[in-house]
């Protein structure tokens, strides 16, 4: 191997390792209910004005629980910072947007790891959005988007 590749192989594992230590320090989107975030799946977030861990997911024609849960799940990533430990629980069931005007919307709420119960057991059927209180860990969340 010449000593150019090598150099360059350092160098791009250089970057990645700093990317990895310092991602904390990068500032995350800024978002508003007039400039809500887009997740991969098509959905828009925005958040609520109760604090910065609540939020809704605005509807899309022919969404499921799941598409909700993982818009949820890449919200929580970007913008807030969330660990793959932490919860994502449903607060205001699929009804009218606390937001946006003529818009359908689910309410979210991001539960701190530590704040959850040891009793917590993983939930393997498919997540409902029609009533509070349904709640999933972002790692299983994140799955949702495959």
């Known amino acids: 191997m010449s000593s150019k590749f090598i150099i360059f192989v350092l160098g791009v594992a250089l970057v990645v390792f700093c990317a990895y230590v310092f991602r904390d320090r990068i500032p995350s989107p800024t978002v508003?209910?007039?400039?809500?975030?887009?997740?991969?799946?098509?959905?828009?977030?925005?958040?609520?004005?109760?604090?910065?861990?609540?939020?809704?997911?605005?509807?899309?024609?022919g969404a499921i629980g799941r598409d909700y849960f993982c818009a949820a799940a890449k919200y929580a990533e970007a913008v807030l910072r969330a660990e793959p430990t932490?919860?994502?629980?449903?607060?205001?069931?699929?009804?009218?947007?606390?937001?946006?005007?003529?818009?359908?919307a689910v309410?979210?709420?991001?539960?701190?790891?530590?704040?959850l119960s040891d009793s917590t057991a993983p939930n393997n059927r498919?997540?409902?959005?029609?009533?509070?209180?349904?709640?999933?860990?972002?790692?299983?969340?994140?799955?949702?988007?495959a």
């Open 107 to 115: 309410g979210f709420e991001l539960v701190c790891a530590a704040e």
């Open 32 to 61: 508003s209910a007039k400039r809500p975030y887009s997740a991969p799946n098509g959905h828009k977030v925005a958040p609520l004005e109760q604090g910065p861990e609540q939020f809704e997911v605005w509807d899309r024609p």
């Open 86 to 104: 932490d919860h994502l629980r449903v607060t205001t069931a699929f009804g009218p947007s606390q937001v946006r005007d003529n818009r359908r």
């Open 126 to 145: 498919a997540p409902v959005i029609d009533q509070p209180g349904e709640s999933r860990s972002i790692l299983v969340s994140r799955r949702f988007c």
